[in-house]
């Protein structure tokens, strides 16, 4: 199935971030074709954030670093470990609520944050690894979730949970996608009712997707924005996405050789399913599954999970109240191959591992 898009042009303001998430609700879809609408002005904000707290001293620039967003126990920072051995190293404050992360390949971590409550645009946040303050601050006008970097340009894509701007309902979702990671973002919106959640693209430079599918409760869909198009397009998957116990979001991940999607089980508690997809066309096969067992095979809600090399990490919570990174083989899964504790009331988000740098 095609979905008609059209991009548009926007600027990139600097706003302030702070604040929780907003949650969008699916209507039918506008079967309309409309001509570009005009922008809409953003406020312009000064960006403050409270000092970063130093909890190690020494360079981490030749260390693998992890960003969890949310890793505390507050909503507004994103804290940073080494990998995989979960040393605390410092905590960005003030970020605002970060659901989703990305990593280029120069190590630079994007976080993409909501500003306000209403989380009808989104500010991403560019670190450099081993960073402590922002190196570039881009803003999105629409509600942005997750983000990936183009292998084959260097371009940001932030996929949009809801737009405001988007003349096809402004309940539907959109892209945003930031040519060489800055300047002004093109934006292409979405006609039928996704509302999209994690990102990532493929090594051909074509972006996938997760959505809630509208009709089909509980359930996930995989979306394309192919290289060179303006339109969205379905995926024929033949395997069933789940939205999982506590609000588990699906993850989209290139893993060097297969486009990945997760999926919770089809019930309220169960190892999480990592599938590796053959994609012909618009038909996508899973070819490989891995099981990402834990403790109580609970993760962690809306919590990305992250391929790096021949592990994956995620989150998942034990005993209900305290929230676990755990790195697993890949594509071995089972049980994980390393655990370290965040603590009791720890809430997370995005997750991303930033290799180490000469």
């Known amino acids: 199935m095609i979905v008609k898009a059209f991009c548009l042009h926007r600027y990139a303001l600097a706003v302030a971030a702070a604040s929780a998430i907003a949650v969008f609700s699916g209507c039918g879809a506008s079967q309309t074709s409309l001509a570009a609408a005009p922008a809409r002005a953003v406020p312009t904000l000064s960006y403050e954030t409270a000092p970063a707290r130093t909890w190690r001293k020494n360079s981490t620039s030749g260390e693998d670093l992890l960003y969890i967003s949310g890793g505390g126990a507050y909503y507004n920072q994103v804290s940073v470990y080494t990998w995989p051995g979960g040393k605390a190293v410092y905590t960005l404050n003030g970020p605002g609520l970060a659901p989703g992360e990305c990593v280029d390949a120069a190590g630079d971590v994007f976080v993409v944050t909501y500003p306000s409550q209403s989380a009808q645009s989104s500010v991403i946040y560019e670190y450099a690894h081993g960073g402590s303050q922002p190196i570039a601050t881009l803003t999105d006008p629409g509600g942005g979730y997750g983000c990936s970097i183009d292998p ?61 599918d509208e009709y089909s409760r509980g359930q996930y869909n995989v979306v394309r924005l192919q290289r060179g198009s303006g339109s969205f397009e379905l995926m024929n998957l033949d395997v069933k996405l789940y939205y999982g116990y506590g609000g588990f979001v699906p993850s989209v991940q290139w893993d060097g050789k297969y486009v990945t999607v997760s999926s919770a089980a089809n019930a309220r508690l169960g190892p999480v399913s990592i599938y590796r997809l053959r994609i012909s066309g618009a038909n996508a096969k899973a070819i490989g599954t891995t099981m990402l067992s834990s403790k109580n095979d609970n993760p962690s809600a809306h919590s990305q999970s992250w391929i790096y090399g021949k592990t994956i990490t995620g989150l998942n919570y034990y005993r209900h109240d305290t929230l676990e990174v755990s ?32």
């Not at 390393?338 to 740098?357: R, W």
């Open 152 to 212: 084959t340009t260097g371009n940001l894509a932030v996929s949009n949970i809801g737009d405001d701007d988007n003349p096809y309902g402004y309940e539907y979702g959109s892209v945003a996608v930031y040519a060489k990671a800055q300047g002004n973002p093109t934006i292409y919106y979405s006609r039928s009712e996704f509302h999209f959640k994690f990102c990532g693209y493929d090594d051909k430079g074509n972006l996938y997707l997760t959505a809630p």
């Open 327 to 358: 790195v697993w083989r890949y594509p071995k899964g089972g049980n994980p191959a390393h655990n370290f504790n965040l603590g009791k009331g720890a809430i997370a988000y995005g997750l991303a591992v930033s290799p180490a740098q000469p």
